[in-house]
Every structure is written in C-alpha cells, then in structure tokens.
C-alpha cells in the first residue's frame, strides 16, 4: 500500500463508496459525507471527521459534484464545504462534471475531470446501456426477441446499447444525421434511418443524443403506446412540447450506472483515478 498519497472521498451516491473501498486497496484513503448511508463491510472503517486537521493530497469527487456552495453529498447531515475537507495546497481534486464551477470552489487546487478517460467513458457506457435495458425490461409488458426498437445516435452508450439489444433478439434501428453514423450503425448491425424522418411503429425508443431531436411533431409520428427512454444529458433529445404530450410516456433515466451497478461503476472511477495519479496527476506543492 502507498501511504505517501492521502486521499479523501467527498460525497456523493454509492459510486462514490465503492470507489472509496477499491482505492483504499492501494492508498490512504478516507470516506467523508456517509454518516447517514448504510456502508458495506469494505468501507465502514473509511469514514472520517475533520476534526483532527488531517491534510489530503488527494479528493474525488462525485459524477455530479456540487449541491449550492458545497459538495453534493446527500447522505450527510448538514453541508460538506471545500473550506472544511483540509485539501493541500497544490494538492488535486478530481471530479466528474462542473468542473470549472469546481475550480472556484477550490483555487488553491489542481481540478481534474475523470471524464478525460476514454476507458472510464466507455465502460460507463456500458452500464448506461445495460441499466437502460433492465429499466425498459421493468416498465414494457414485452419480450425483447423481435421487439421493433429504435435507437438515437451511434455514440459509446448507443453503440452499447445496439449491441446488447440485438444479443435480446430486438429488432434495432439507429436514427442518424451524417452517412459516417449510418455507416457505423450498419457496423453494429442495426438498421439505419434518418433523424429528419425519424418515426414509425416502435414500440420502444431510447434516446442518446444531447441535442433536440424530438419535437411534438416528431413523436405525433410514433406509436400511441411507444416507451420513450432519455439517457442524454440535459437539456436531452425532447422539447418541452414533446414532453408534455408524452407524460409518463417519456422515462429520463440519468445516471443509470449509480443506480444499477454502483459497485461497478465505483471501481470504474476508482480505476481512472488510480490511473491518473500514477501518471503523475496528483503531485502537490506546499
């Protein structure tokens, strides 16, 4: 174990607990912001106070890391501050998004996203796609095996996605703006159509594309009983038309790996930072 990195996990959902438990295999590490959360055995004794004026080398944040003026750690009683988690001077703190609204928060620290990670992103995919599934697996009353389903974009979850529901037996189709994304879609096997057509007898619809792609013309054009599923960041694929006639129709499913695989995903982000220090992104200067 390297004891010459300390590092502090500072709030969060589950992930971050995980991630907590992984790195302690290899460093220092402390778990701040889970007094209220039910802890598995790996990581009830990480748990830590500020009381004793401990300096951390290191602090990881979560996917989402602000709520207000503090950190976003909803399993803690009262507000988790930058002025109270004792980070070294020079020291770095790694974060999912908002990371420039993170560096004000922290200017006497180096800020790093853990999104930067290729191998982090696409494994994450990967989780999106499968929690997407099970959620559609939930809500449809319908196997899988030839279910007409279409997919918007062909980026890391959709292609994830294509793949997985194909194993099902689903018959794919991936909605595209260019000829390159047709091209990739067809790589994947799936059907192609374009998004300025896009509409039909799908039965389910999942949405990966950042941007609008949906508006209350587009999806007057599908099934009346068609399961629309948003895995896009906002402001997502769907108007505010789209939405409101869609109702509970439209399922937003965002962070998906946190709720369905979160030991997993931990250790995805645990492998990343882990991965980063190494490379030398956690040096520090008095």
């Known amino acids: ?7 502090l996990i500072a709030g969060g959902d589950m992930r971050q607990v995980y991630c907590a438990a992984q790195l302690a295999e290899r460093y220092s590490v402390s778990l701040a912001g889970f007094e209220n959360a039910q802890l598995p055995p790996a990581a009830a004794e990480l ?8 300096l951390f080398d290191v602090a990881v944040l ?5 709520s207000g003026e503090g950190v976003n750690a909803p399993y803690h009683s009262g507000k988790l501050l930058p002025a109270d988690m004792n980070i070294r001077g020079g020291g770095t703190v790694f974060a999912g998004l908002d990371t420039e609204r993170v560096a004000e928060l922290f ?6 996203s853990y999104l930067g990670r290729e191998e982090l992103l696409l494994k994450n995919a990967v989780l999106t796609a499968e929690g997407a599934v099970q959620l559609a697996l939930e809500a449809l009353d319908r196997a899988f095996s030839g279910l007409p389903v279409l997919v918007v974009g062909t980026g890391r979850i959709a292609s994830a996605l294509i793949l997985i529901l194909r194993g099902f037996g689903a018959d794919v189709t991936a909605a595209v703006r260019s000829s390159a994304s047709a091209a990739r879609a067809q790589l994947l096997g799936a059907k192609q159509t374009y ?11 999942f949405n990966t594309a950042p941007e609008n792609v949906f508006s209350d013309t587009e999806v007057g054009r599908f099934r009346e009983d068609t399961l629309f ?3 896009a960041s906002a402001p997502g694929g769907f108007d505010d038309a789209a939405a409101e006639l869609l109702g509970e129709r439209l399922v937003r499913a965002p962070g998906l790996p946190g709720k369905t695989a979160p030991v997993t995903a931990g250790e995805i982000i ?10 030398g992104g956690a040096g520090y200067e008095d």
Request: overall charge negative.
């Open 195 to 205: 998004t300025d057509s896009i509409g039909g007898e799908y039965v389910l619809v």
């Open 270 to 279: 645990a492998e990343a930072v882990s991965a980063m220090i190494e490379e």
């Open 1 to 7: 174990m390297r004891n010459d990195i300390k590092i």
């Open 62 to 66: 979560p996917m989402k890391p602000l």
């Open 229 to 231: 599923i948003e895995l």
């Open 47 to 54: 748990n830590t106070s500020f009381a004793d004026g401990e």
């Open 107 to 112: 200017p006497r620290q180096k800020v790093v």
